[in-house]
């Protein structure tokens, strides 16, 4: 069993900056990639980024890249969302995964419980 605690969310203007953080838990949680995603209201759940935290291999929404580093520590267990020059698109409940390094919302098994990110223009 693996649980994940998100933090890091608010209120911010556009071109801000804000770092989100998954706190693990759980001794198989090395063993599995994790995942970003977000929801705004009235859309689907999207895929913002992934990392693999054997081999540190990444993998970003388009959306993202470039704005968004994922990262991960792997002493402290906890994952990171560094998110530059935001935007009011970028207004979401973001959600950290654990599960198997894909860009697919259902190979995550695991799942926080999110983090309001709201970016006004």
């Known amino acids: 069993q693996v649980q994940l605690v998100e933090s890091g969310g608010g209120l911010v203007q556009a071109g801000d900056s804000l770092r989100l953080a998954c706190a693990a838990s759980?001794?198989?949680?090395?063993?599995?990639?994790m995942g970003w995603f977000r929801q705004a209201p009235g859309k689907e759940r999207e895929f913002v980024a992934t990392?693999?935290?054997?081999?540190?291999?990444?993998t970003y929404a388009d959306s993202v890249k470039g704005r968004f580093t994922i990262s991960r520590d792997n002493a402290k267990n906890t994952g990171y969302l560094q998110m530059n020059s935001l935007k009011p698109e970028d207004t979401a409940v973001y959600y950290c995964?654990?599960?198997?390094?894909?860009?697919?919302?259902?190979?995550?098994?695991?799942w926080g419980q999110g983090t309001q990110v709201t970016v006004s223009s």
């Open positions: 995964a654990a599960g198997y390094f894909s860009s697919s919302q259902y190979n995550y098994p695991y």
């Open positions: 759980g001794r198989t949680f090395s063993s599995y990639a």
């Open positions: 990392i693999n935290w054997i081999i540190s291999s990444t």
